[in-house]
DNA sequence: GTCTATACTTGGATAGAC
DNA sequence: GTCTATCCAAGTATAGAC
């Protein structure tokens, strides 16, 4: 399980054979947590799809847990710079919104935040799970807390709620929607909620008033 | 739940005995849910904890899946019934998200939420258990919605959104607050946020403005 | 160092006892 | 009708082969 502590048998080395092995292993672990969920994201299905030998992921991660973590830091790390660029001079809530917006769909349709979500879930499913996904997700917060100090400024609504507070609010929002949406196995109430995010950024920038152009 | 549809193989008969076993079998799979998580709820610990053989889960109830999600219905129809009474004779902003405060925080400290997320994140984890989960869910989304119908009237709040959509979202809020502090093991995350609604509710309250002394 | 064949554990489900 | 002893599948992990 190479729990966090034990240095365990996991073997890193860099060779390019090792390399690749696990490469291989984390895209087929991404595809199987996206296409069969995390309920069937055993070690010999994601073997199986990687067409390796189940045992692999046993010497290359120590546990299938641990590979499945390696998916997540993957797709996390990809989202994560992506989001940056499209958050990129953005400056008024309308934009932030409309940013955000974009970005729900892309991950609805990728299946992007489906990895998280499938681990999420996977925490009620595994011991040790939670603490390390729940580490996973704080760069997130960070991310949405700055993207929004930008915008927010020191306007009054700034002043009502700390931007981590807030920041804190809108990655749970996100996640519950993405949570419910997949419960469902439909989109649809989710794509509903943000058809209304426009007017409420509209909102949000009344509320803000001055402080928008002011940025 | 004997699967609507499938005529199954389980056994509702009405017997004092019968109802007794169900009775145990049900709270223990509660107390299981809530205190070692879905993961760990297994025919096998459940059983143990009820000191009976596990098979009479199946025998029961037909099998695991369908006991658990009979525990949800069991701490379901027991808060819905308690929110009812809380929320009654509320109708403003303000009184209503100082009940929802009351509640959430009574949910933290008991662990009733704790069912409901142990089962979102365990759908994840089961092949159907997705739509069922989901099922039981509705009503509190509906529940939500009639709480909030009242207290927002035809203020511009309740022009700009739809009732509906608005406590879908007031409810993937809650439920992503509660898996976040639940992934953290540390709701401190959850009751800052709590902390912040009462500031929140003074802003809907001048949002809402004159409805809220019309209704 | 890399990988495979094999051992061991846990859990869901049922055939049959009371 | 109610319950228990038993079976079988699936999964993780490792001992040992290359």
Redesign the interface.
Known sequence: MAKSGTPSRVHEAGSPRSIETRRRLIDAAVATLQRE???RSSARVIAERAQMNQGLIFYHFGSVTNLLLAALDDVSAKRLERYGAMVDGVDTPDELVDAAAAIFDEDLDAGYVTVL??M????????GL??A??AR?RPWISFTENSMRGVLGDSPLAG??PAS?LA??V???????E??S????DRS?AR??AA?AK??SR?ASA?IGPAAEAT
């Open positions: 969920g995390f309920a979500v499938e999420i879930g996977g925490a009620s499913s595994t011991p939670g603490p996904v729940a997700i009502l709620i507070d804190y609010a990655v749970a929002l996100y996640i519950g929607l949570m419910l997949h419960l469902e196995g109430g509903r909620l209304h007017d409420l909102l509320l």
